[in-house]
């Protein structure tokens, strides 16, 4: 090997002497790696990984390249982020919103990412937090005192009510709008579950969940045309949600059109709800399995909290919430890989990659990596010191994506995990009862295999 570059001054990325597309697994013919690639991606990826930096593989039909080192991460979504564009290997964000945000491409993007942007700047979002709290609460308040819970099912209905209240300005339990906006999001989730075969199946054909699918999709498309065009209607400024200052970002006549504020709402409903959820689940239960950590949580949070309900300005402030979420999102990233694809010819790690050539950039793998990580499968949240931090590569860990295109949801989320969180360990202890850790499969999102059952007990 020759020629290297560096970050931060450790482990450089390892260079071929001649370039060439990278090396990696051979396949079999039509197919490729396919098989490998679905049967046990996190199998398949600790493969990947034994071939270097940059791996080159093919996934049904198409050139595929994993990259599994910070520098090179930081070159595809930052340095070189105008040579690459969005890939999505199935295609499942152009069947359901073409015109959102999360989809959209080049000046349409950038128009859209402009309109959006102020609706998530920090003063903003922090508008937010007396709703994400009481939510919090009236979850608390609901649970029994020894009470087992699904904690996914749980956490995947608080975070729709918040983001249904936050979005539209909806109750979803008491209106009709509400449930379809419901709906729609767990035809999604069904849809872009990988144990299923959906995925892969165009929405034509007819099955069953295709056909859910549709209704859902009907259904939501009908609600937030409704709600667009009623607030039209009344030309008051009644509402402060997120579709009303998308509304009123387009006043001069350069805004969104009905189409793109759908599809922007419904990309904000589906990455926003689950995601979210996710990172509660996953906390949760390491809280469960690691009581120290739970109590030492606790201690912080009743230290920093006078009142009922943790609010904004008491979880900013808490240094140890923000490791135990860090090292949470480390270990279990709610989204854990980014696709791109080569726009033109690309250089990358001293590889020539085609046009065309697709990339995964997989959070979940080097998120793991004993490079960056002591012990990397242990829970540890004293490991994000500022002296760690300050050493650790950019992108050695990137649980909201990176670049012009990075989550831009990142401080709302935040905020929500943050203020939930610390509303529940203030007020719950938590027993994992599983025989096994949670199971992660690769959907849309990491979502665990089974439910994540936890026993609630009260605290006095």
Same mark, same amino acid.
Do not use: H, K, Q, W
């Given at each position: 090997m020759s020629g290297q570059s560096t970050h931060h001054g450790h482990r450089p990325v390892e260079r071929p002497d001649d370039g060439g597309f990278p090396p990696g697994p051979d396949g079999i013919p039509v197919l490729g790696n396919t098989l490998q690639f679905t049967s046990d991606p996190h199998a398949f990826y600790d493969e /990947?990984?034994?071939?270097g930096d940059v791996v080159g593989y093919s996934v049904a039909r198409q050139r595929m390249t994993t990259v599994l080192h910070p520098d090179l991460v930081e070159q595809v979504l930052v340095t070189d982020s105008d040579s690459y564009g969005k890939w999505d290997l199935s295609d499942f964000g152009t069947q359901f919103a073409p015109d959102g945000l999360l989809f959209t491409e080049g000046e349409q993007w950038r128009e859209q990412r402009t309109q959006a942007q102020p609706a998530f700047q920090l003063d903003r979002v922090r508008g937010y937090g007396d709703?994400?709290? =009481?939510?919090?609460? @009236? /979850?608390? &308040? =609901?649970?029994?005192d020894g009470?087992?819970?699904?904690?996914?099912e749980r956490f995947s209905a608080l975070t729709m009510r918040i983001l249904a209240d936050s979005l539209f300005d909806l109750d979803v339990d008491g209106s009709e709008a509400g449930a379809a906006i419901t709906r729609a999001a @767990?035809?999604?989730?069904e849809r872009a579950d990988p144990d299923g075969i959906t995925t892969f199946v165009p929405t034509w054909v007819p099955m069953p969940s295709n056909r859910r699918y549709k209704r859902a999709m009907e259904a939501f498309e009908e609600t937030v045309d409704g709600l667009i065009a009623e607030r039209r209607a009344a030309d008051t400024d009644e509402h402060d949600d997120l579709l009303a200052m998308l509304m009123r970002a387009g006043d001069d006549g350069q805004g969104m059109s009905d189409?793109? /504020?759908? &599809?922007?709402? /419904?990309?904000f409903l589906f990455a926003g709800h689950e995601t979210t959820a996710l990172a509660l689940t996953y906390t949760t239960y390491l809280l469960a399995e690691h009581p120290d950590v739970a109590d030492r949580l606790r201690r912080e949070v009743d230290d920093a909290v006078d =009142? &009922?309900?943790? &609010?904004?300005f008491d979880v900013f402030g808490l240094d140890y919430l923000d490791r135990v979420c860090s090292e949470s999102m480390r270990l279990y990233p709610p989204a854990y890989v980014v696709f791109r694809e080569a726009r033109e010819d690309v250089e990358l790690g001293g590889y020539e990659l085609p046009a065309d050539t697709k990339l995964t950039l997989p959070q979940f793998h080097i998120h793991h990596d004993e490079r960056w990580f002591d012990a990397p499968g242990e829970f540890r949240p004293d490991r994000w010191t500022d002296e760690f931090e300050a050493q650790l590569p950019e992108y050695a860990y990137f649980p909201f994506g990176g670049g012009p295109r990075h989550c831009i949801g990142m401080r709302f989320a935040t905020l929500e995990l943050k203020l939930v969180l610390a509303t529940l360990v203030r007020d719950c202890r938590f027993d994992y009862l599983g025989d096994e850790p949670p199971e992660p499969k690769m959907g849309a999102t990491y979502q665990p295999r089974e439910d994540v059952r936890?026993?609630?007990t009260k605290r006095d």
């Open positions: /990947l990984a034994s071939y709703a994400m709290a =009481g939510y919090a609460r @009236e /979850l608390v &308040d =609901g649970f029994d009470e087992t819970i699904a904690a996914n @767990e035809a999604l989730n189409a793109e /504020l759908r &599809d922007t709402m /419904l990309t =009142g &009922d309900t943790p &609010d904004t936890l026993r609630v």
